[in-house]
Structures are given as C-alpha cells and as structure tokens.
C-alpha cells in the first residue's frame, strides 16, 4: 500500500524533474555542440590555411573521420532528388580525395513549407540541416537574419569556386545575388530553370490534324524548334483552341493557376514581361504605377482567358496537377518548368513529346519573349561547425566538376556551368535541353523579387490573382490596382521606396 | 513520503498539491506563450527581414480592423461554425436516435467503427484525398455525378462551391463526432424512467421532451460545444484542399492567421490576429456555459 | 413474421449509413492496392488486381519505421501524462470542490480554444530560447497540455459519480488518500480514463503544425511524413499517401473496435456506468 502512495509521489517528481531537466537538456545540448566544433578548432586553422595556400588537399586533417552531411530539399522534386540519388558518388569522391567518410541524410518539404521548415530551424542556430536547396526568390529572406554564408567569402577562399563559369549573367543574377544588383552573393546554382512549353510532337505531325488546321486558322501548325521560336500567343492560343476537344477528354493546354505558394505568378509573369510590362521597378523601389498598367491588365486577361482551353478545375492547378494531366495524355500542350522535364516525359510519351520556348509576344513588329526562371540555388548553413562547413565546400566543388554536371544532366537536372551547357552535344542529352539552353539568358528569363518581404508580396498577389480568376474581382485592371496598392504599402514600410502608396489606395477594399 | 501526503493534508494543501501539475501545464504551455503572443503583438516582427523587434503600439490591431479581407475571413467563419455545427448536430442526433435501438444488431460493433472512421483520418490525408475526389477529371465524386443526374461541379475551383464542398467534408468528417455524443446522452438516460413512459404509453415527442433531453443535454451540449471550437479553428482540412481559395472563397479566420504567420511572416500581425479571434472564442464559448449553467440551475 | 422483416429492414438501413459515412474512406484503403493509373481511372475501379507494392514500397522507405516509432512513442506518452496529470486534477475537483473550480474547468477549456496556428508562434518562439526544440520531451509535453482540458473535463464527471462513500470507508479502514485514489477511484472510473485515453490520441496521432514547426527531424511523426511526401517526381504520390493513410489509421480503428463499449460509456462523462 504504501509502495502505491510511494510510486505516485514518484510519478510527480517525475514530472517535475522532466520539466526542469528540459530546462538543462538545453544547456547539455549547446555543450554537446561547442564540445564538437571546439574539438574541430585545430582543424579550422588547418584547413583555412590549406585554403588559402590553394585549396587542394585543404581537408586532409579531416581525413580519417565520419562526417554526417544533412540536407534538406524540395520534396518530390526531380532535381533535388537527383542530389539525393547522386550523394554516394561525393561520398566515393570524398573517400578518395580527401580521406574522410561521409553519409548523407535527406530531409524534405514541398515548395510552399520548405522555408518554414527551414526558417524554424536556422533562427535556433542550428545545424540540423548543413546545407539547404531554397527557392531563389528566398535568398534575401535567409541572407537577412544572417542564417547563410556569404558566397563572396567562400569564394576568397576557394579559387576552385569562384573560378566556375557560368553559362549566362542571368545565372548568377538569379541564383546567387541579393539583393538585386550588386555583387553580394549568398547561394550556388543547383538547378537551372526555366518555364518551357512542352507539346505533343504527335498529335502535331498527324497530317490529317494539319490540314484541317491550315482550313480552319488559314496558317500551318509549326513543326519545327524554329517554327515555335516565331510563334506568337495569338496563334499559339488558336492552337490551344484547336486541340481542346473535351468530348475526346483531350484539351489543348495548361498552366498554373492555383493560389499555393508561387503557382499563378510563376506561370503569369511570363505575359508581362513578354509583353513589354514590368512587376516592379528595382531602382526606385515602386511597385505602384509599374505592376498597375493597362499593358499588365492586358497580359492578365490573355493569361486567364487561357483557362479556356483547360480542363475543368483548372482554378487548381499546380505543378502536381499538370504534369499529371499532360503525363495522363489529357493535354496537347503544356507550360511548365524546365525541370519536370523527365517526369513529364514518361516511358509511354517518349518521342511524342518536343519541348520548346514559351510563345512570345509581337511587340513592335518584334517577337519578344521572357520566361519566369525557376529553380533553386544551394544554401550553405552558416551555423555549420568547422567540419561540416568544410565538408559542405568540398561537395559543391565535386557538385560543378564537369562529370558531375554532366551526369546531373543525363539523370535529368539542369546544369548551369558554362563547360555543361556549351558541350557540343549538350541538346540532344534531353528533350527539353535545347528549349533550355534557349531560354537561360538575360534577355529571354527573369527572376521575381529577391526582397526579404517576398514572401508577403507574393501571398498578397496569389490571393488577389486567383480571386480574379474566379470572379472575386471585377476586372484585371482593379486586381493590379488593388495588389499595387498593398504591395507599394509593403515596400514603403521596408524602407525599400521613399514613395508612400497614392491617395487612391485608401479606397481599395 | 506518507509524511509528505500527511503534512499537506493537515494543512489543507492537498487538494492544491493535486492539481500542481495541471497549473504547471497550464502555466508553462498556455499563459506563458499567450502572454508573448500579447507582447508580440504589440511590435513588428517579419521574420523574414532579420531586422529588430519594433514597438508599435496599437498599429497591428488598427491594420486589422481597417483590413476587409479579415472582415470577410470573420463572416465566412462564423457561417461556416453555425452551418457546419448545426448540420452535424441535427443529422448527429437524428442518426444517433436512429441507432439507439440497434444493441441487438449483427455485426453492431463492426457498423460503428465504419460509422465513426471518418473522424479518425488524418486531416492532411482527408484534404488530399478530397481534392481528388473533387476532381472534374480524375474525380469519383463528379464521375457518378454526370453518370446519374448529368451534371459536371467543379467543386473547389468554382466560387459558388467551394465553400459549400469544404463544408460537405468538414460534415463527413465530424458527423459522426456528434452521433457518438447523441449515443452517449441516450445511454445517460436512466431505463427505469423510459420504462415508465412507456407504460404510460406517451408519445414520443412527449417522451423526449421530458424524458431524454433533460438528463442527455448535459452531454450534448457539451459535444457541441467542443465542435463549436474545433469548427472555429479549422484550418488543416481547408488549407490542404484549397491553401483558402479559390480567392478568398474558403478563407476562414484560422486560415488567414496560418498565411499571416507562414506564408507572410509578419508575426507581429499575426498575433493581434490570433489574440482578437482567441477573445471571440472565449466570448462565445462562455455565453454558451453561461447558458449551459443558467438552465441547469434552473431546472 | 412483419415484425422481423421491419427489424431486418431497419439493420439493413443501418448498415447502409454506416458504409455510406465509410465509403470515402473505403475510397482511401483501396488506393492503397492499386497503380497510380488505377486509382486515377474514369470510371472508377471498384474491382482489380490488388498490388501490395505501394505497401511494401512504403515501408522500405522514407524512415517509415523511424517515424513510426516517434508517432507511437510521441503520442502514448502524451496521453498517458495527461489522463494521470487529469486524473489528480479532477480527483480534487471533484471531492474537495477547491475555490475557483469552475473558473478553472472553464480555463482549461480555454486551452483548447486558441487557434493552432496562433500559438504555434510564442510556443516556437519560447521553445527556441529554452532550447526545447526538436526534444522528445518538448513535443511529448505539449500534445500532453492538449489533452489535459478534455481529460479532466471527462474524469471529474465520473468521480463525481462515484459515491463519496466509497471514499470513506476506504480511508475508515486506514487507507490513504492515494490509496483511495488509485485502488478505490480509479478502477470505477476505467470507462472515463479508455474515452479520454481515445478522444485525446485521435487529435496527437494525427496532428501536424506543431510537430513541423517545433519539431525537426529527430521526432518527426507520420502526419509530417505524409504531408512532406504528398508529392512525388511524377505528381501527387497518390499511392503513398493512400497506403500510408491506411497503416496509420489501422491502429485507431482497431481501438474503435476493441474499445468501443468504454468509449460510449466514457462519452456520457460519468452519468452512466452501464451498457450504452
């Protein structure tokens, strides 16, 4: 009886020690992590003046020791999978070169919840995750709170690094740079990106389908990489409206529309641009007055009016949903990015498909085109102990070693190095290459916002966007008005523009 | 240790020693992080910008109260609690009835658990699996629909329904909740009293007017209240079928302060948000005891 | 004769809504022995050729079992600390009715009401400075504060019912307060503890916000898992998610099943102690 009572009052203290041992799990923690990166301090000496002595053989005092790399990536995402699938490679290399043994573990979160995750863990300080694959348009939002290395550092240190060549500025512009014009850089390229139109090679070749297009638009359905590289958004859309036939359950295209995370600006920003318009102006900071334009309303209803020619529940659509339409053989055509490229070609669509550049717009007499650029730049944690951050440098070394990007590329990435993209045979690795290789260059792809309120300027926009899809708003031109308004708000607020959102904008509801 | 167990209670201070853990909880887990979430609402705090914490007095709450989106986010919830709790409450206690005879049934057991599943599915899983049910082209829901009556619904990328599709499956879901709490109340009511009744042969309306809901309010009541609160703070369902849209047409109030906090970042926001929608919970939910209360005072 | 068809008719009808409240979920189990082109085929299959490979797929990857074990070990804790914590709780509230009762039920019922998405901010903020994160013992006490509100709220119900006498005699014969609890209390209230022990581990087992926020990958559980694996290279991962929805919820339905009578009785709070 008494060892009942007794066993009770245990349970309590139980209780409470728990608590307050939580309280001093904390303190073992932070010893358990200053004890390891106190016990890599004669490393650090040692493998900063290697560095700086070259480079080479910089981590031989690593040799020896098991080093646990972790890194978190885009779930379900074909490029940061291959890094995934290609890790034993580096660990073979690592091996070899350096003498030390390294595991890999893989962590993941979808598109819209990666920076949560990430977020949440980096404001602790730690190194749970020693290197991170983030969206571009994230690079502000990590480099701000002082989560991520500086790449300029590295790169004092590590020649090997700096010396990379990229294909295009525009690389460097989108994946590396914050913010937006200077020379502060804070990621490396992992994926390459870019918004392509996959279509139905076919579907396009069938002599039956031609004719009777020829009679009824009174042009020739193009053909060829160049017949799509003339191809405006006005026959494109003809195209569109051709092949959407729902009593066969084949309709003629697709685009993003859902309100996750970046979907409808992704696949929306293209029409602006293309079409002379601009989101924002970088110099002054201003949103109002750039994104509000009867040009931008204009490419707003072209981009909605392409629902028409979807299948029903476009509202919906995501990445998921339209590489599962297109691969269900639902869709002639598809925009989509560059690299979903091989899980949109599937064994069954093999030869069927051609991947070419987005249809561009006629302005003066001139074929303009200007793709959203997608893709993901690698994070290295800045928390990282001497060790990991070395071992963090050592594989992104081996990550731009041209056999490396060269398998990247035969697995179905996206290189960025200059040496990948201008082999001589680089387009006929994949389908999707040449409409790539086209596309990644200043004057044909853009980034968004690389601003550490993206995240709020583009939830802002995603709500607004899909109303008006919807019906929620009346016209294009109150939907930019209304997102200009909060979004110059936004921007003022940052310090970003000396400019306070117009008078206008206290009516917008 | 009986010395301890002794000493407090010659003291008094047992019935206190008892409930320390509770307070401990209670202090640590709730007080603690609402009284941040006060502090934090009072400042701007973007996560995102790694600049300092900046006071602003009332500014977030003013941001609030001038913002029509949240107004609207307001209405929709509450229409959404009153629709959902009341449908789930009436086909809950209208089913719950409908099985209170069955003890005797085969496979009794079996029919029960089938009957409250539902309820037990993981919400992330639930919203997935419903989006593809939805579907206009892969979607089962619209397949039968056309095969049957001839109609096509694009259930969640049309204004007009998406509303009432996230409600169908908010009702799906919790229906069951509530026939589970019917059941429970019919149980509570003691035999002898409805052997009685029925001796005396009165109607049924009589029989549950004056027999069952007196001794089962208690407990009903009390299933609609916890639907009442959980329905308030519905998010997880919602936001995996439609992250609040189309637009706007599915945002409730929980799902503008999840996008506030992770989507936007602004924390500072966020909690004004989450510190006004906390004082509506209490608000109603007390009216609600108070009522509780008043009538079992009365009776 | 009329009388046992009406009675036949009556089951039929209620076994027909029982399968119709299941059919969804019956939807779910399905996708989870077919191929993805099954499981999006117009017009639906109802009948095909089981495949078991998304289920065994499952298990060979993705931490299945690293997770598995964190779902089991995070949630039974939970609970568990929350039904004794409750139960001395409501032991005092029910028998010494201390100043301030009622205001504290309604208090602990407030624990419920704060919207997820709210608290998840200061609880991530508070657990950040205390170095809680990522902690068995973080996540376990938390979902244990989740459950206290409903725990107690249930068992003081059935103390209550609980004749004071029982009490008494047992503490004339000698016993002590804790004997009373434990052997004199708490076998009568058993109905209670199995009610409390399933509602609260329906909500822990299944919860996702907390464990991605203040989690990380040392105690992830299932529904992170699910939600961060939704998609695969060639969309959605319908596959998974159904046979992973269908691993997961076996567990609780089983519970359902084998418990079903305690969760009844439990569900009536005390006024009842019988068959429901």
């Not at chain 1, 990621?187 to 076919?202: A, H, N, S, T």
């Not at chain 1, 979807?310 to 599962?324: D, F, K, L, R, S």
């Not at chain 1, 999707?432 to 916002?449: M, P, V």
């Not at chain 3, 609980?162 to 109905?191: C, W």
Request: charged content about 15%; glycine content about 6%; aromatic content about 14%.
């Amino acid at each position: 009886m008494k060892s009942r009572s007794l066993s009770v009052i245990l349970t309590l203290v139980l209780l409470l020690t728990m608590i307050l041992s939580a309280c001093s799990g904390n303190k073992s923690n932070n010893d358990s992590s200053s004890t390891s990166s106190s016990s890599s301090g004669s490393t650090a000496s040692s493998g900063s003046s290697a560095a700086s002595s070259g480079g080479e053989g910089g981590s031989s005092s690593l040799a020896g020791k098991k080093i646990e790399m972790s890194i978190l990536g885009i779930g379900g995402w074909v490029p940061s999978q291959l890094s995934v699938e290609m890790s034993p490679a580096f660990a073979e290399y690592a091996k070899e070169k350096y003498g030390y043994d390294v595991t890999f573990t893989f962590e993941e979160a979808p598109f819209s919840s990666l920076f949560q995750k990430a977020a949440a863990s980096l404001s602790t300080k730690s190194q749970e995750f020693n290197i991170i694959i983030s969206d571009s348009q994230w690079l502000g939002a990590f480099a701000e709170p002082g989560w991520i290395v500086s790449v300029n550092e590295i790169m004092q240190q590590e020649p090997e690094l700096a010396n990379i060549e990229w294909f295009d500025p525009v690389v460097q512009k989108a994946y590396m740079t914050y913010p937006d014009g200077t020379d502060q850089l804070w990621g490396f390229p992992q994926e390459g990106d870019v918004l392509v139109l996959y279509v139905r090679k076919d579907m396009l070749s069938d002599p039956t389908e031609q004719a009777n297009f020829k009679a009824k638009y009174g042009f020739d359905l193009p053909q060829t990489f160049e017949d799509f590289e003339q191809l405006t958004i006005d026959k494109f859309l003809k195209m569109a409206e051709f092949f959407t036939r729902p009593e066969q359950d084949l309709y003629g295209t697709a685009v993003q529309y859902s309100k996750e995370y970046d979907y409808f600006t992704g696949s929306f920003y293209p029409h602006i641009w293309s079409s002379g318009g601009e989101i924002w102006d970088p110099v002054s900071g201003d949103v109002y007055g750039v994104l509000n334009t009867e040009n931008n309303a204009k490419a707003l209803e072209t981009f909605v009016s392409i629902r028409n020619y979807m299948p029903p529940g476009a509202e919906n659509y995501g990445i998921a949903q339209v590489t599962e339409a297109f691969t269900q053989g639902k869709l002639f055509s598809a925009y989509h990015w560059a690299a979903v490229g091989a899980a949109m070609i599937t064994p069954e669509l093999q030869d069927k498909v051609m991947v070419v550049p987005i249809p561009g717009y006629e302005v003066n007499g001139e074929i303009k085109r200007i793709s959203s650029i997608g893709g993901q730049p690698w994070v290295i944690n800045k928390f990282n102990d001497e060790d990991h951050m070395r071992v963090a440098i050592d594989f992104l070394k081996w990550w731009y070693l041209p056999e490396t990007q060269l398998e990247f590329a035969k697995r179905g990435g996206n290189p960025t190095t200059k040496a990948a993209l201008e082999s001589p045979d680089f387009d006929s690795i994949q389908p999707w290459f040449r409409a790539y290789r086209y596309s990644l260059t200043e004057s044909r792809a853009r980034d968004f916002w690389h601003h550490p309120k993206y995240s709020e300027l583009l939830s802002i926009q995603q709500e607004e966007f899909t109303s008006y899809l919807t019906g929620g708003r009346s016209s294009a031109a109150e939907t930019l008005e209304v997102i200009a308004c909060k979004q110059q708000q936004i921007m003022y607020d940052a310090g970003t523009t000396k400019n306070a959102p117009p008078a206008a904008c206290a009516n917008i509801r | 240790m009986k010395g301890i167990a002794k000493w407090l209670h010659e003291r008094n201070l047992f019935p206190y020693a008892l409930l320390v853990p509770v307070l401990i909880f209670f202090i640590v887990w709730n007080i603690l992080p609402l009284l941040w979430m006060v502090g934090l609402s009072f400042y701007k705090y973007d996560i995102t910008t790694g600049e300092p914490l900046k006071f602003l007095g009332m500014d977030n709450y003013q941001a609030i109260f001038r913002d029509h989106g949240i107004w609207q986010a307001l209405s929709k919830t509450f229409l959404f609690v009153i629709l959902a709790v009341g449908l789930e409450t009436i086909l809950g206690m209208a089913l719950g009835f409908l099985f209170w005879g069955s003890s005797k049934m085969p496979g009794r057991r079996l029919a029960l658990t089938l009957l409250f599943s539902p309820m037990i599915l993981t919400p992330v899983a639930a919203g997935t699996f419903f989006r593809l049910i939805y579907d206009p082209v892969f979607g089962i829901a619209n397949y039968y629909l056309e095969a049957w009556f001839g109609l096509k619904i694009n259930f969640l990328g049309d204004v007009k329904w998406a509303y009432p599709a996230v409600l169908m499956v908010d009702i799906w879901m919790w229906t069951p909740f509530m026939i589970l709490m019917t059941l429970a109340a019919l149980g509570s009511v003691p035999k002898a009293e409805l052997e009685a009744a029925q001796v005396d042969r009165l109607p049924w309306i009589r029989r549950l007017w004056h027999i069952v809901l007196p001794h089962g309010k208690f407990i009903l009541m009390l299933g609609i209240l916890l639907r009442t609160i959980d329905a308030f703070k519905t998010m997880d369902l919602i936001y995996t079928m439609t992250s609040g849209g189309p637009g706007n047409a599915t945002e409730l109030i929980a799902i503008s302060l999840f996008r506030k906090a992770f989507e936007a970042f602004t924390m500072g926001n966020a909690s004004a948000l989450a510190i006004i929608s906390l004082l509506i919970a209490i608000a109603f939910t007390s009216i609600y005891l108070y009522i509780l209360n008043y009538k079992e005072r009365r009776a | 004769m009329a009388k046992s068809v009406r009675q036949s008719l009556y089951y039929v009808l209620l076994w027909l809504i029982s399968i119709a409240f299941f059919l969804p979920v019956l939807w779910i189990f399905l996708a989870a022995f077919k191929t993805k082109e099954q499981i999006l085929a117009i017009p639906p299959k109802w009948i095909f050729t089981p495949t078991f490979e998304n289920i065994s797929n499952m298990f060979s990857g993705m931490n299945f079992e690293k997770y598995a074990v964190n779902s089991v070990i995070i949630s039974l804790s939970a609970v568990v600390i929350a039904i004794i914590v409750s139960f001395f709780a409501s032991y005092s509230f029910s028998r010494y009715k201390p100043k301030g009762t009622d205001f504290l039920m309604f208090l602990l019922l407030s624990m419920r009401m704060v919207p997820g998405a709210a608290v998840v901010v200061p609880i991530y903020l508070m657990y950040t400075a205390l170095g809680w994160k990522d902690t068995y013992y973080g996540i376990i006490l938390l979902y244990a504060m989740f459950s206290i509100p409903f725990s107690v709220w249930i068992l003081k119900g059935f103390i209550d019912g609980v004749s004071l006498r029982y009490d008494e005699t047992a503490l004339v014969n000698g016993g002590s307060r804790m004997h009373v609890m434990f052997r004199v209390i708490l076998p009568q209230v058993k109905p209670g503890l199995v009610a409390a022990f399933i509602f609260n581990i329906i909500f822990v087992w299944n919860e996702f916000l907390f464990n991605f926020i203040i989690g990380g990958k040392k105690v992830t559980t299932i529904p992170v898992a699910l939600a961060t694996g939704l998609y695969k290279t060639h969309g959605v991962d319908w596959t998974f998610i159904a046979s992973l929805s269908l691993v997961y919820m076996l567990p609780l339905i089983l519970m359902i099943y084998f418990f079903q009578r305690y969760l009844l009785v439990g569900m009536t709070f005390g006024t009842v102690r019988g068959e429901v």
